[in-house]
């Protein structure tokens, strides 16, 4: 086949097909010679060797940013998190105002690292190939750092989050077994209460997700995650377990442990810099992947107790 010849397709025709493929959005971040801030997205970042660690991305040949990123030798790859559209936006505009708002720290290699993103790639680059009207970039793997919440994704033109499909033997009402679901809330739990990512807990919730304590009193989502943002703002050095599960049908119960040190303000009460202890079960239903309702008990008086500030008696 002549590359050359003629296609019996456009070029519109092509970025429509290939938009029906999902790809990643990450942020391609150095800085200049006087170590301003500099950066784009690309949605061809991946993993292209484990031995040796290499990765590979795509770049317009008209970019103006690669050039000066490239003469750096070195850049940091910061995949976006679900909930940075206006990252992706901002770093999308044409200029040298892209950082403008934008919070990001120094990295070891001197790259910005852009705040709350899911992860952070250091990289230094090896070699670049001109392919059509795309540079494609290989670069060697520096160091790597997790970050928090779930990848954007850019699909059809739009940006969008992952979302789980239901399990294939699921139920004719699309209820999914128990079992498939506890590794999935173990894990979006322990995250949302023990590393204050609030985001965990909102990708595996309902939108219609209620808690009921034992006193009754109903809490929705948007106060479920203030409740998990407050709780890390009065503690830190959590250290959260789950230690029985038991699922059946809709519902999951399990039993639960959290350690932390008392370091904020808490309830009108002053940091005690006091370790606290407290221990519970919640019982939870679920549907198509998802926390519908959740029945908490424990008793506050444990953690007031932890704190000092509270006498159980008999």
Known sequence: MNIHSSPEFSSADQRRMFSLLPT???AITGVTVDQKPMGFVVGTFQSLSLEPPLVTFNVDRSSSTWPVLRN?????????????????????????????????RESTIGTPHIGGCVAWIDCEVLSEIVAGDH???VASI??????????????EGR???????????ATSEGQAPATLFVDRLIDAWSRAWGQGET?????????????????????????????????????????VSVNHTVAEGDMIAIEWRTVAKHTGSFMGVPPTQRDVVVSGASFLRHK???????????????????????????
């Open 142 to 155: 520096h160091s790597m750092l997790p970050g928090r919440g779930s990848p954007m994704v850019f699909s």
């Open 24 to 26: 990643s959005v990450v």
């Open 72 to 104: 750096a030798g070195r850049f940091t790859a910061n995949i976006l998190a679900n909930d940075q559209i206006a990252v992706s936006k901002a770093l999308g505009r044409k200029g040298d105002e892209k950082f403008v708002g934008l919070e990001h």
């Open 288 to 314: 198509d992947g998802r926390i519908l309702e959740e029945w908490v008990a424990w008793d506050p008086r444990d953690l007031l107790a932890s704190m000092r500030i509270w006498h159980l008696g008999n």
């Open 199 to 239: 985001v965990a807990f909102e990708n595996i919730a309902a939108a219609t997700y209620v808690r009921y304590s034992r006193d009754g009193k109903q809490v929705r989502l948007p106060d479920m995650l203030r409740q998990i943002e407050e709780s890390h703002s009065a503690f830190s050095d959590f250290r």
């Open 135 to 137: 540079f494609v970039v």
């Open 159 to 169: 940006l969008g989050a992952f979302a789980d499909l239901p399990a294939p033997n």
